[in-house]
């Protein structure tokens, strides 16, 4: 079965920073496109930023110019840097990932389990 394990979630102030990376593994032939996502209580879940198998990125206007996204293909990992936090970036961010398993296969949306954000002083 294919995973993601996501990891570098947690509590930082106003203003910080934070690194998240979602890993990949299990039965997989190729990976297409990865992307974060997040969700506050209460609300619908956005995309903050994606980025496709040649590293092209695209982002959310609310986090343009303070998130990076990037991938390492060798790792089958994707990872989010995020700087100049404010409170309202805290939210659960989940990884997500399309997936072929096999050769001709179809493709399919995976996702990770989520990894709390809290900023806060």
Do not use: H
Request: net charge positive.
């Amino acid at each position: 079965q294919v995973q993601l394990v996501e990891s570098g979630g947690g509590l930082v102030q106003p203003g910080g920073s934070l690194r998240l990376s979602c890993a990949a593994s299990g039965s997989i032939f190729s990976i297409n496109a990865m992307g974060w996502y997040r969700q506050a209580p209460g609300k619908q879940r956005d995309v903050v930023a994606d980025i496709t198998s040649g590293g092209l990125p695209n982002y959310a206007d609310s986090v343009k110019g303070r998130f990076t996204i990037s991938r390492d293909n060798a790792k089958n990992t994707v990872y989010l840097q995020m700087n100049s936090l404010n409170p309202g970036d805290t939210a659960v961010y989940y990884c997500n990932a399309l997936i072929t398993r096999v050769p001709g296969g179809v493709q399919f949306s995976y996702w990770g389990q989520g990894t709390p954000v809290t900023v806060s002083s």
